[in-house]
């Protein structure tokens, strides 16, 4: 909570503090229950968290407030030399220059071509290669160091690091070394090896802990709920048709792992023995398989299709963790080497019930943008997110299009 930071935000601050408030909040509670201590009233506990949060949360954004009004007026300013002279670096010197509130000051430039010396990059001067970098030290007050430099430079700066070392300067290195899109970018340990983590979702624990509890919690107060329409379904089809109730095939799930998803039979017993004949009379594009008029198909299963209640057990595999109640549908595991590279993206994340998929039209939608919606779901997720999707497919399968 006393962490410094000039450039996170009000929002941030507040919750920061509104974490560490109710956090000490429960380690306070759970001691006071194991001693025993009757002295003080639970509703004088609540009130005393939820002032003492909101008192606190308003004590540090207006700190906040007062450090950026003084830095605004050229007071608790730190100095930093920028190291590079791409893009990138110019957008790190324009970040600095459109947030006054943030009290950094652009020294100058560190380029790695001695012939860029005097040039200007975003209005401030380059002042030196990266052989000048320990006289600029000793001559100049620089609080930071900020390395701002392409992958290739990497290689360059490890004599400047170690002189900025040296000299009890902080030093920055940008993370943004990669073009490519990733969720987050995190700096971690292993063991003693500090590591960059470049993280193919932006979910933090906490937001895992919660999707995960509300699939524990839903998943087992549906079956409970849905257990007599199961059983009835479950006496239907063995009565409609030879073969097992179920249905289990081998899916992938989180990065490829597999797993045996359940459905409700809707097919001949020998249905996967006939797929190689209606290859060809595949309605969907990329490497799923859809026929309209599926000849397999029991005419119960038509019905259990169009509402998926076919899906019904799947309750089963999101309560074992194999799945979640939201995400990319999973992948069979017998075509996974049918996707592109791009698309595999979406095994990222915990194969789901539903998705966006699920309440936009299922097998009317196309393969590619089938894919790409399940991607839009990867890089904007949030429980609110979920919930959204959550509600909206019920409407969806009462509807029924898109199903067979």
Same mark, same amino acid.
């Given at each position: 909570m ?13 919750w ?6 109710? #956090?000490?909040?429960? %380690?306070?509670? @759970?001691? +006071?229950? *194991?001693?025993?201590?009757?002295f003080?009233? &639970? !509703?004088?506990? #609540?009130?005393?968290v %939820?002032i003492? @949060?909101? +008192?606190l *949360?308003?004590?540090?954004?207006a700190?906040? &407030? !007062?450090?950026?009004?003084a830095r605004?007026?050229?007071?608790n300013?730190?100095?930093v ?6 893009? &990138?670096?110019?957008?790190y ?6 947030h006054?509130e ?5 020294l100058g430039?560190?380029?790695?071509d ?14 030196g290669d990266?052989?000048c970098i320990p ?17 290739t430079?990497?290689g ?5 690091v ?12 940008a ?7 990733t ?9 003693r ?5 470049l993280e ?10 919660v999707?995960r509890?509300?699939?524990?919690v839903?998943?087992a107060?549906a ?5 007599p ?18 249905f ?7 990065r ?5 998803m359940?459905?409700f039979r809707s097919?001949?017993?020998?249905a996967d ?7 060809e009379?595949?309605?969907?594009s990329?490497a ?17 299709r ?7 057990p799947?309750?089963i595999n ?10 990319p ?7 996974k080497?049918k996707y592109e ?11 789901g019930?539903t ?7 299922r097998?009317t939608?196309?393969?590619e ?11 904007n ?5 979920d919930?959204?999707?959550?509600a ?6 009462l509807?029924?299009r898109?199903?067979?």
């Amino acid at each position: 909570m006393f962490k410094p930071s000039r450039t996170a935000g009000a929002l941030d601050t507040a919750w920061t503090v509104v974490g560490a408030i109710f #956090v000490s909040a429960g %380690l306070f509670g @759970a001691l +006071a229950f *194991a001693m025993k201590l009757d002295f003080m009233s &639970r !509703g004088f506990i #609540v009130v005393f968290v %939820l002032i003492s @949060a909101f +008192a606190l *949360a308003l004590e540090k954004c207006a700190l906040m &407030r !007062g450090l950026s009004a003084a830095r605004r007026r050229d007071r608790n300013l730190i100095s930093v030399l920028i190291v590079g002279t791409g893009q &990138r670096a110019h957008d790190y010197i324009r970040d600095m220059q459109e947030h006054p509130e943030w009290g950094m000051r652009a020294l100058g430039v560190v380029d790695i071509d001695r012939k860029r010396i005097g040039s200007v990059i975003s209005g401030v001067r380059v002042i030196g290669d990266l052989d000048c970098i320990p006289v600029l030290l000793v001559n100049n007050v620089i609080d930071v160091v900020a390395f701002v430099v392409p992958r290739t430079w990497l290689g360059e700066i490890g004599e400047s690091v170690r002189h900025c070392e040296l000299q009890g300067i902080d030093v920055q290195i940008a993370l943004d070394l990669f073009p490519h899109k990733t969720g987050r970018v995190r700096v971690t340990s292993q063991g003693r090896t500090p590591v960059l983590s470049l993280e193919a979702t932006a979910v933090h624990p906490w937001q895992a802990v919660v999707k995960r509890a509300l699939d524990i919690v839903l998943s087992a107060v549906a079956l409970v709920v849905l257990a007599p329409v199961m059983i009835v379904i479950a006496v239907l089809i063995k009565l409609a048709s030879p073969g097992p109730v179920f249905f289990r095939q081998v899916r992938n799930g989180l990065r490829g792992r597999e797993f045996k998803m359940l459905k409700f039979r809707s097919m001949v017993h020998d249905a996967d023995a006939q797929l190689e004949a209606l290859r060809e009379q595949n309605q969907m594009s990329g490497a799923a398989f859809k026929m309209a008029n599926d000849p397999r198909v029991t005419p119960l299963g038509k019905y259990l299709r169009k509402f998926s209640l076919d899906e019904l057990p799947q309750f089963i595999n999101v309560l074992r963790g194999d799945m979640s109640l939201v995400g990319p549908r999973p992948l069979i595991a017998a075509e996974k080497d049918k996707y592109e590279e791009w698309q595999r993206r979406r095994m990222s994340v915990r194969p789901g019930l539903t998705c966006l998929w699920q309440i936009n039209g299922r097998s009317t939608v196309d393969f590619e943008h089938w894919m790409k919606l399940d991607l839009q779901y990867i890089d904007n997720w949030s429980i609110l997110t979920d919930l959204k999707i959550l509600a909206k497919t019920v409407p969806a399968l009462l509807h029924g299009r898109g199903a067979y």
